[in-house]
């Protein structure tokens, strides 16, 4: 078997080739099914909150809690089990987080009351670390050339299922209920594990020594002040003392994280590679296309487009099928193709073509937001743009670029970016958005456009140690 460290340095006729295409694309359909299960658990449900709060007597906000605990944990594992899984083998953390996870549908799925249903989404948001270990997995199975696809593939799904998963999400909750939902998850989760058993390989542990649990605790305890506090911050404005004290809550958990790490035998993530110009540019670059380009597609336009007094004045479900779904689903077609792209024309470059073409699309995109059709256009070419390109290319240098002695740290990192960055972006342009005018929208996808450009800027300092396992091949 060979390690994450030994495939890291080396060419595409030096990476691991037996067992054959057959072999490795039966590997890679056991890991699709785990992301699959995750990508479900986190958008499969969103169609169906009204009426699971109608029959568990609750109300949508309370049933949102579950979604924010689940999306949560899933980042908090994410960071945790990726590192975890340097250790003790990649292939043990994937099923162990896959049965917890299904514990937590069923608990879901035969929940009487809301409580029980948060328990059961926290329980499934153990699986939070499946994304990341899932890269991590093929890195060390696939040569550069394959793996480029297969992560735009992944990463295709890590933005919805094809725009599949939200409709059956509603079709289910409409014809059989909410229990259902959580039943076809159990079914997919299931069988990710069987094949997970069967067919994924187990890695040898890259990491010697104990996992550092101190900075784990440390840097968890850090994102959920984040997490909780950019929540707040955009529902209860910036002025509110909780929120002012979460966010230094947020500050002093990091310093802490910072000075365990420096003190760590097998740390979390070295203090001298997070200085370094392999981890910090890339974790920033994509926190701040998250809290760009997120709230823009997300957030501003969908509400934008079903106001009726200065937008659009369309139905929830026609906003999204005009302006979510042609994008999840151009996303999936062109993903792959961009991953297949990348080691051929550099993964950096891909990532400054894709930023750059997302910030010109917003940009064209803000000044013509009255015209219905352009911003539909525009929103398409996101999915090329912005899952395509741009996503691809983050994730798969989140995985190229990370440290030798800690190979989940940095996909660990970059996968809480994504929640955070998603948070932070609509919790930012919530409430300029909300004064209901066309200048108020306007002026929100303005602040998508800036911190776009802020991405752009923060990847051009991006720079691989590995220039010949990054760049051409």
């Known amino acids: 078997m060979i390690t994450m460290g030994d495939t890291s340095d080396r060419s595409a006729v030096d990476l691991p080739t037996a067992g054959g295409s057959a072999n490795r694309a039966i590997k ?42 689940f999306f949560l944990v899933g980042g ?50 153990a699986c ?21 696809p297969a992560l735009g593939l992944v990463t295709a799904i890590s933005g919805g299922v ?10 289910f909750s409409d014809h059989w209920g909410f229990r259902s939902i959580f039943l076809f998850i159990l079914i997919v989760g299931i069988v990710a594990i069987i094949l997970s058993i069967a067919y994924v390989p187990e890695s040898t542990a890259a990491t010697p020594g104990r996992m550092d649990w101190p900075g784990a ?5 850090a994102l959920i002040c984040v997490n909780i506090g950019v929540n707040r911050g955009g529902s209860h404005g910036w002025s509110d003392p909780a929120t002012a004290f979460l966010l230094l809550a947020a500050l002093g958990c990091f310093v802490a994280f910072w000075f365990v790490e420096k003190h760590r035998a ?43 007094h200065v937008g659009y004045g369309m139905s929830a479900t026609a906003s999204s099928l005009m302006f979510l779904s042609p994008a999840a689903f151009i996303g999936l077609m062109s993903a792959p193709i961009s991953g297949w792209l990348a080691p051929r024309i550099g993964w950096r470059v891909l990532m400054w073509s894709g930023l750059s073409l997302c910030g010109a699309t917003l940009m064209i995109a803000t000044l013509l937001l009255d015209h219905k059709w352009v911003v539909c256009a525009a929103f398409s070419l996101l999915g090329i743009f912005y899952n395509g ?20 740290s940095l996909p660990g990192l970059n996968g809480a970016c994504f929640g955070i960055g998603a948070g932070l972006g609509i919790a930012i342009v919530a409430p300029v958005a909300a004064a209901g005018t066309y200048g108020s929208y306007q002026s929100a996808m303005w602040i998508s456009v800036g911190i776009t ?19 051409k091949v």
């Open 453 to 471: 450009v802020l991405a752009l800027m923060a990847s051009l300092w991006v720079r691989s140690s590995m220039e010949h396992a990054e760049e």
């Open 76 to 125: 908090i594992s994410g960071v945790v089990l990726a590192r975890y899984s340097d250790h003790t083998g990649r292939r043990k953390v994937l099923l162990y987080s896959l049965i917890v996870m299904c514990v937590g549908t069923i608990l879901a799925m035969l929940a009487p009351n809301v409580a029980t249903l948060m328990a059961g989404r926290l329980l499934q948001g």
């Open 28 to 69: 890679l359909t056991a890991l699709l099914f785990g992301v699959i299960a995750y990508q479900l658990n986190a958008s499969m449900v969103a169609p169906a909150v009204p009426e699971i709060a109608r029959r568990l007597n609750s109300t949508p906000g309370q049933v949102a809690i579950s979604q924010t605990l």
């Open 266 to 308: 097998n740390p979390l993530i070295s203090t001298s590679d997070l200085k370094s110009r392999q981890v910090w540019p890339i974790v920033t670059t994509t926190l701040a296309t998250l809290t760009g380009v997120f709230a823009a597609i997300n957030f501003t336009v969908i509400v934008f487009s079903q106001d009726h």
């Open 217 to 221: 605790v440390a840097l968890s305890a």
């Open 128 to 148: 939070g670390a499946t994304f990341q270990i899932t890269y991590l997995i093929m890195r060390e199975i696939l040569t550069p050339r394959q793996f480029g």
């Open 162 to 171: 094809g725009g599949a998963d939200q409709f059956l999400g509603g079709l």
């Open 389 to 408: 390109l741009a996503l691809t290319a983050i994730n798969g240098l989140g995985v190229i670029l990370s440290p030798k002695d800690s190979l989940g």
